[in-house]
């Protein structure tokens, strides 16, 4: 279950969106330690999202069982769009990004605010634990639910880590086009696990798996 969560919270946190680029920013302004403050503040927002979804389908167990394979459907859909609404996004990194001093919890507030407005944040991490199935913790599992979302911590902590290292060592050399290489990662990832599902659910239905 950790190491699922953790799968999920790279994911999750990976897509460049006002966050990551204003972590960057940060970084490249004030240093590693300022994008991993503001990143911590981002984590907990993802944090309280990985626990709304992973105890809520806990607690709604029986219906997912019954209804598994249409929210696996859905889910493997979702994933794929939202896959490619990151692939073909364009985010903007601004290098005279210049941001006012507010003491070192300034960029963890923003970090947790800018994650915790976005709904579709939940949204992801609803379709990615529904489409774990099988995988996926049994209803009434509070530990197994628990160490997913513990997992996610540690994924969303673990891209955080990589991403505020790398910009500090490569800040002289970040573009636009380096920020759209990170997402047709991030998409990229996104669609494969997306299409995964669905061939995965077509193989049911056709009584191969």
Same mark, same amino acid.
């Given at each position: 279950?950790?190491?699922?969560?953790?799968?999920?919270?790279?994911?999750?946190?990976?897509?460049?969106?006002?966050?990551?680029?204003?972590?960057?920013?940060?970084?490249?302004?004030?240093?590693?330690?300022?994008?991993?403050?503001?990143?911590?503040?981002?984590?907990?927002?993802?944090?309280?999202?990985?626990?709304?979804?992973?105890?809520?389908?806990?607690?709604?167990?029986?219906?997912?069982?019954?209804?598994?394979?249409?929210?696996?459907?859905?889910?493997?859909?979702?994933?794929?769009?939202?896959?490619?609404?990151?692939?073909?996004?364009?985010?903007?990194?601004?290098?005279?990004?210049?941001?006012?001093?507010?003491?070192?919890?300034?960029?963890?507030?923003?970090?947790?605010?800018?994650?915790?407005?976005?709904?579709?944040?939940?949204?992801?991490?609803?379709? #990615?634990?529904?489409? $774990?199935? @099988?995988?996926?913790? %049994?209803?009434?599992? !509070?530990?197994?639910? =628990?160490? &997913?979302?513990?997992?996610?911590?540690?994924?969303?902590?673990?891209?955080?880590?990589?991403?505020?290292?790398?910009?500090?060592? #490569?800040?002289?050399? $970040?573009? @636009?086009?380096?920020? %759209?290489?990170?997402? !047709?990662?991030?998409? =990229?990832? &996104?669609?494969?696990?997306?299409?995964?599902?669905?061939?995965?659910?077509?193989?049911?239905?056709?009584?191969?798996?």
């Amino acid at each position: 279950m950790v190491l699922l969560g953790v799968a999920i919270g790279f994911l999750a946190a990976a897509p460049v969106g006002p966050v990551n680029v204003m972590t960057m920013q940060r970084v490249f302004r004030h240093g590693f330690l300022a994008g991993m403050v503001a990143a911590i503040g981002s984590v907990v927002a993802d944090g309280m999202f990985a626990t709304a979804a992973a105890f809520g389908l806990s607690a709604v167990g029986d219906f997912f069982e019954g209804h598994a394979r249409t929210i696996q459907l859905v889910g493997g859909v979702f994933l794929i769009l939202f896959g490619l609404r990151i692939v073909l996004s364009h985010p903007h990194f601004n290098p005279n990004y210049s941001e006012r001093s507010g003491g070192i919890f300034s960029g963890m507030a923003g970090g947790f605010a800018l994650t915790i407005t976005n709904p579709g944040a939940l949204l992801g991490f609803l379709a #990615l634990f529904s489409a $774990l199935g @099988d995988w996926a913790p %049994e209803p009434g599992d !509070w530990l197994g639910a =628990g160490e &997913l979302v513990l997992g996610v911590l540690g994924g969303c902590f673990l891209w955080w880590l990589m991403i505020c290292a790398l910009v500090a060592k #490569l800040r002289d050399h $970040l573009d @636009d086009h380096w920020l %759209e290489r990170v997402n !047709w990662f991030a998409g =990229g990832l &996104l669609i494969t696990f997306g299409g995964v599902i669905l061939v995965r659910q077509g193989l049911i239905y056709v009584g191969l798996l």
